[in-house]
């Protein structure tokens, strides 16, 4: 792949600059170092442009070659989708999520936006290098030489709960994760606050985002005490029910990937619940693949 | 009992004594539990710290498998039965001390459950349960200066285990045993060095009261912050007065609630409420994959735990020392490394355990070392027995020879040699010098020969002196006993 320049969105770290800008309270909290994926670009000889609130725009101006970012919810992806752009989301683990600001941790994982689909397995190649920093990583892949991809149709198992579990499951994971932005570190805090509870309580109440405050609020419930059962314990229940699906869904059809219906809204609750590989494509093309055989999708985006 | 509770009217002798321990023990890995950082006691403030363990985000943690495995033994030791699969969840309240607004804990799925230790005291034997074992991060620290309020994070992210007790313990006496039961335990396992002053071995009272036959248990309160076996005891003592006052004196009206020690006015007093009631939200940390604890690794620390105090001391016996020897070098790790090592090298262990009993103990004493810290190396050690032995030299000068080879790891032969400490044989010298000693003193010689023996002591001191204290005093009474007895025969 011929050298090119890259920008990340406001989830991946660098060192000296800041972290998830546009958020008010970690204004003025600096990145103390760079994330695991922006390293290894650099390292291979493509030049960082610096970060982004708007990566899809930025790769279709031409600007950037690709764009790095963490699309847990999706909009990054439906986004390119709108510009004609390519939206590859890898399989969890293959992209160490070290500099990754950690929202739904069981589902972080660093995807690549590029004009075509070459660019951004390109891009995959040089980010999915395995690291011990996170202890989350993918075993490693097995060589193989899959000549013919097919591509099926199936509906999606357990589609009606996912969106909901995919919220609550989000919600929990997230409200633990930004916690940490509590007013006392890592940014800013409200101003004239009577004691440490109100410091906590007016800082996130007053700067963390809405869509931080409302994984906040959301996910204390469904792990409360009196929810956790009715909530969160049952999510987990159907997801594990759903991973388990998926996989039979691939087994069941082999040397192939997923074709889902154009009109599907929610691809990202089945990359993120089952944690496999996903490509979006020009013209409302959505492929999944098996965990791990991300390079399928490669070969089954040539048929488009 | 020494440390019962002290009754103070016959009426509160009806109230029986109830608690539970929850005790906190840092594991000596190297490395904090998710992050590379040391653990070493003592650093500068924050001088042990990445930006895992301070909360920052984007640092996905990395599981220290040593922590695991500690924590396996502690659970092994205790005869708890093992979970083969490790999982940790997390804890979420805010707290300035806890940088990532949750601590890593095993809420669901404890490494050890259903274990127990026997424990002795006056009053005999007793089996205390212990309901489960669980592995944790600890806090960091808050430093209060000038008014204002610091966070020290070395302490962040240092692996503990808990060890939670059944409510089994009856009197302050049984909680001591326990706790050095554990104490002995741990250490000897190289799991912890549970030091209490500095904090790697801490516990949580949990006590009520209630009258004899009663089957429902009484307002409980915890107890925290008792630094050492001491204040445990009297802690114990104050509330068990307290309550029994409550119940018998109706002094005041017993509530649930957390209490802090005070050691120097020797009360405990409530702890300002946390928000009451907190509800910690646990759940599984998706970011620490399940550890599969497989046989090959099960058996591997299996057969690394080292050998416990009671197997110790069942060595020591077998090897022929007395019970009250054994007990001893069996109590103290360092002490029974000692003697190990020194028993590597010469066969005569009740000679070892003497040394280390009647001289080791003292000496680290006057050196101010702690008893556990306590070093020599056995080979020099074994070295001074022999040298002493075959009458090189006395017990005087290998005493000096064993603290310098305790304090300064002084070589015996080259200590021996620069403070000329070897013995003034039997042979031409001394008897030299016992001649010179029966010329000076004519007059005592004569009472001698005349039937009094008092002189003789007088002699062999003389004697002793002319040498420095270097002749072996058996062999200075001999040769002036010798010497007396010919000029006698030559009368
Ligand atoms: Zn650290």
């Keep these: ?304 | 009992m020494k440390n019962n509770p002290e009754k103070k009217g016959a009426d509160k002798m009806e109230y029986e004594l109830v608690m539970g321990l929850e005790v906190h023990v840092e594991l000596s890995t190297e490395t904090k539990l998710f992050c590379a950082c040391s653990t070493a006691f003592g650093a500068e403030p924050n001088e042990n710290v990445c930006p895992a363990c301070c909360g920052m985000p984007g640092m996905p943690p990395v599981l220290n498998k040593r922590a695991v495995e500690l924590g396996v033994t502690a659970a092994l030791l205790t005869g708890c039965e093992i979970s083969r699969t490790l999982t940790f969840d997390k804890k979420n309240y805010f707290y300035p001390d806890l940088p990532t607004g949750y601590q890593n804990t095993q809420f669901f799925n404890p490494v050890g459950r259903g274990g127990s230790l026997e424990v002795e005291t006056a009053s005999g034997k007793k089996t205390i349960r212990i309901k489960q074992i669980h592995i944790e991060e600890d806090a960091g620290k808050l430093v209060h200066e000038r008014g204002k309020t610091l966070v020290d994070c070395n302490r962040a992210g240092v692996p503990l285990i808990e060890i939670v007790s059944e409510a089994d313990f009856s009197s302050a006496e049984e909680v001591t045993a326990y706790l050095e039961r554990l104490r002995a335990l741990l250490s000897f396992a190289n799991v912890s060095d549970c030091r209490m002053q500095e904090g790697s071995m801490r516990c949580d009272v949990n006590l009520s009261v209630r009258p004899y036959g009663e089957t429902v248990l009484g307002t409980r309160t915890e107890i925290k912050n008792m630094n050492s076996l001491k204040a445990i005891a009297r802690a114990i003592e104050y509330e068990y007065g307290r309550h029994t006052d409550a119940l018998a004196d109706k002094t005041e009206v017993l509530v649930q609630e957390t209490r802090r020690w005070d050691d120097a006015r020797g009360v405990t007093y409530a702890m300002r409420e946390k928000e009451d009631a907190t509800d910690y939200r646990y759940f599984s940390n998706p970011e620490v994959l399940p550890v599969a604890l497989d046989d090959a690794w099960f058996e591997q620390i299996r057969a690394s735990v080292p050998e416990t105090s009671e197997q110790k001391k069942i060595r020591f016996l077998a090897i022929g020392l007395p019970e009250y020897d054994a007990a001893i070098l069996a109590r103290t790790k360092s002490l029974a490394d000692i003697f190990d090592a020194a028993h590597a090298h010469i066969s005569e262990p009740k000679e070892i355990s003497n040394r280390i009993i009647m001289d080791l103990i003292g000496m680290s004493k006057e050196a101010a070392v702690a008893l556990d810290e306590i070093k020599i190396d056995g080979k020099k050690m074994a070295r001074l027995i022999g040298l002493t032995a075959s009458g090189k030299i006395n017990r005087a000068a290998e005493k000096l020879a064993l603290y310098a080879a305790m304090a300064e790891d002084a070589d015996p032969d080259e200590f021996i040699a620069a403070r000329g400490l070897a013995m003034v044989g039997g042979g031409e010298q001394l008897e030299r010098l016992a001649d010179e000693v029966l010329a000076e003193n004519e007059k005592s010689v004569s009472e001698i020969i005349g039937g009094n023996q008092k002189a003789m002591g007088f002699l062999i001191g003389k004697l002793m002196k002319k040498t420095e204290g270097k002749a072996d005093p058996k062999a200075a009474a001999k040769i002036i006993e010798e010497k007396i007895s010919r000029i006698k025969a030559r009368q």
């Design chain 1, 1 to 304: 792949m011929d050298a090119l320049k890259f920008c990340t969105d406001k989830l991946i770290m660098v060192k000296g600059m800041p972290v998830c800008p546009g958020v008010a309270i970690t204004e003025g909290f600096v990145s103390p170092y760079t994330a695991a994926a922006v390293c290894l670009m650099t390292e291979a000889g493509h030049e960082y442009a610096g970060q982004t609130l708007d990566p899809c725009g930025s790769v279709l101006s031409g600007e950037c070659g690709a764009a790095l970012c963490c699309d847990v919810r999706g909009i990054i992806r439906n986004e390119a989708d709108k510009k004609g752009l390519v939206y590859l989301q890898p399989s969890y683990g293959t992209v160490s999520r070290r500099g990754l600001v950690a929202q739904m941790a069981s589902a972080d994982q660093t995807g690549v936006a590029a004009k075509d689909a070459q660019t951004a397995f390109g891009v995959l190649k040089i980010i999915s290098t395995r690291d011990d920093g996170d202890g989350c990583m993918a075993p490693l892949a097995e060589a193989e030489s899959q000549s013919e991809i097919n591509i099926f149709e199936a509906e999606i198992p357990f589609e009606k709960f996912l969106p909901a579990v995919f919220e609550i499951l989000y919600c929990a994971e997230t409200a633990g994760n930004v916690s940490r932005f509590d007013g006392l570190k890592f940014g800013s805090r409200a101003n004239n606050t009577a004691g440490l509870n109100d410091l906590y309580a007016r800082s996130r109440g007053e700067l963390l985002c809405e869509e931080w405050q409302l994984a906040s609020a959301a996910g204390a419930l469904v792990l409360s005490k009196d929810f956790f059962d009715r909530f969160y314990r049952k999510a987990m229940c159907v997801r594990r029910l759903f991973f388990d699906a998926v996989d039979e869904m691939f087994a069941a059809n082999k040397n192939a990937v997923l074709r889902l219906p154009a009109a599907y809204k929610n691809a990202h609750t089945v990359t993120a619940l089952a944690g496999v590989p996903s490509l979006f494509l020009p013209g409302g093309i959505r492929l999944a693949a098996p965990r791990y055989k991300d390079e399928w999708l490669l070969k089954a985006s040539k048929k488009f």
